[in-house]
């Protein structure tokens, strides 16, 4: 299998618009037009509190990849809209975003954190195919499975040391 280290690339967190706008490009790409769900899901009500991670090519700075967190009003992390582009998934950068999202997260929640917490809780809903991804980096299934816009999913839950 290919490594991360056959392309040339670099995660950043999306600052600009237009680098918002890829984010989303790449999620339409992906979920829209790939696996057919219906556009009007891909834009919801966390957009404004997400961070954007956005993984492109460099220095062509062509993207290829996203995935966004945001702190619920529960006080967990949630993993949300991990998409990377098809001709890309074979080069394991699925990892790098999750790894980087994980990344930020155990800054923001050690910087943010007033009750000593010794981790913190980061909650995803894992398609069913791809569940054993999750669990890869500690995720466990918690609760029954369920629908979310017309596909079944898994909610998934990571316990990430601070």
């Known amino acids: 299998m290919s490594t991360v280290d056959t392309l040339a ?20 790409q992906v ?6 769900f219906p556009l009007e899901t891909e834009i919801d009500e966390n957009e404004e509190i997400s961070t954007h991670f956005l993984l492109r090519l460099v220095p062509s700075l062509t993207p290829i990849g996203t995935i966004r967190a945001f702190k619920s009003a529960h006080g ?14 074979k080069y394991r950068f699925g990892r790098l975003l999750v790894e980087s999202l994980h990344g930020w ?21 894992s398609q069913l195919p791809v569940q054993a991804f999750y669990a ?27």
Do not use: I
């Open 31 to 36: 979920f829209h037009v790939e696996q057919k």
């Open 105 to 125: 997260v155990q800054t923001h929640a050690s910087e943010t954190n007033t009750t000593g917490a010794a981790f913190a809780k980061v909650v995803c809903h």
């Open 76 to 89: 967990d992390y949630k993993l949300t809209r991990l998409a990377v582009l098809k001709d890309y998934r």
């Open 136 to 162: 890869r980096f500690g995720y466990a299934p918690e609760g029954e499975q369920f629908d979310e816009d017309g596909d079944p999913h898994q909610k998934m839950v990571l316990r990430l040391p601070l």
């Open 9 to 28: 690339h670099e995660v950043v967190v999306a600052q600009t618009p237009e680098e918002r706008q890829q984010c989303l490009d790449v999620r339409t």
